[in-house]
C-alpha cells in the first residue's frame, strides 16, 4: 500500500489554465505538507496543514491554494499558471505538527510541465 | 537563510568505498535529518539525530553531528551501485517547530 499518494504523476498544461494536485496519505497523520523542488533539487516548503487547520503558509503566490477536506487528504489548486510555476511538486505527511520529532514521509512528486 | 549548505553537490565513487556527505547550518536546531531521494521519486526518511546526539548509526550509514561547528556528516560505508541517489539533510529549528528544511542535497553516484 502507497502511504502518501499524490496525482497526477505528471501533469503538462499551457500558460493561464488552471490545475490541481491531489494527495491522500493512510498513515493516520496528523500533518500534511506541499513543498516545491526546482530544476536545482532545491527543495522548499509551501504549505503545512494540521488537522485541516492551515499552519505554514510560506511565501507563495496567492495562485496557489492548498485544501484540506479531512486530515487525509491535501489537494493543491493553481491558479493562472506560468512558466516558473514548472517543477515537481511532493506531497508529505507527518504524525505531528512538530518537526521535533516527525520525520517526513514524501510522496512521488507530481512534475508540473508549464508550456 | 536557515537552510545552510550541502558539500559536495556532486560525489562519484566506485562500490565498496566509503562515502561522506556534509551539511551546515546556520541557526539553532532541534534536530537534523537526512534523506534519500532515488530518481523521479519521493524523498525518503533515513536517519534523526538530535541536538543532544553526537553520533547514530542505521545497518551502514552513520551520522555525526557537531553543533559547534553547526555541521553534521552522512558516512555510507561499502557503498552499493543502489546507494546512488540524492542525499539531503533537513534541519528544524528551534523556532518554527513546524518546518523542516531542505537544502539541494548531494547527488551520489556509485559506480559498478
Known amino acids: 500500500d502507497t502511504a502518501v499518494s499524490q496525482t497526477p504523476k505528471y501533469l503538462v498544461t499551457q500558460m493561464g489554465n488552471d490545475k490541481s494536485i491531489k494527495c491522500e496519505q493512510n498513515?493516520?497523520?496528523?500533518?500534511m505538507y506541499w513543498y516545491k523542488q526546482d530544476s536545482k533539487k532545491f527543495l522548499k516548503i509551501m504549505f503545512s496543514y494540521n488537522n485541516k487547520e492551515l499552519i505554514i503558509n510560506e511565501t507563495v503566490p496567492n495562485r496557489f491554494s492548498p485544501k484540506s477536506p479531512d486530515k487525509a487528504h491535501l489537494n493543491l489548486h493553481i491558479n493562472s499558471l506560468e512558466l516558473g510555476d514548472s517543477a515537481v511538486y511532493f506531497c508529505a505527511s507527518s504524525s505531528t505538527a512538530s518537526s521535533y520529532n516527525s520525520p517526513l514521509h514524501f510522496g512521488n512528486g507530481t512534475r508540473l510541465t508549464v508550456t | 537563510s536557515q537552510q545552510g549548505e550541502e558539500d559536495p553537490q556532486a560525489l562519484s565513487i566506485q562500490e565498496g568505498e566509503n562515502a561522506t556527505m556534509n551539511c551546515s547550518y546556520k541557526t539553532s536546531i532541534n534536530n537534523l535529518q537526512w534523506y534519500r531521494q532515488n530518481s523521479g521519486r519521493g524523498l525518503v526518511h533515513l536517519i534523526l539525530i538530535r541536538s543532544n546526539e553526537r553520533e547514530k548509526h542505521s545497518g551502514r550509514l552513520r551520522v555525526t553531528l557537531d553543533t559547534s561547528k553547526k555541521s553534521s556528516s552522512l558516512l555510507i560505508t561499502a557503498s552499493r551501485a543502489a546507494d546512488t541517489a540524492s542525499y539531503f539533510c533537513?534541519?528544524?529549528?528551534?523556532?518554527?517547530?513546524?518546518?523542516?528544511?531542505f537544502g539541494a542535497g548531494t547527488r551520489l553516484f556509485v559506480k559498478a
Open positions: 498513515l493516520g497523520h496528523d500533518t
Open positions: 533537513a534541519k528544524a529549528p528551534y523556532t518554527g517547530g513546524f518546518k523542516t528544511i
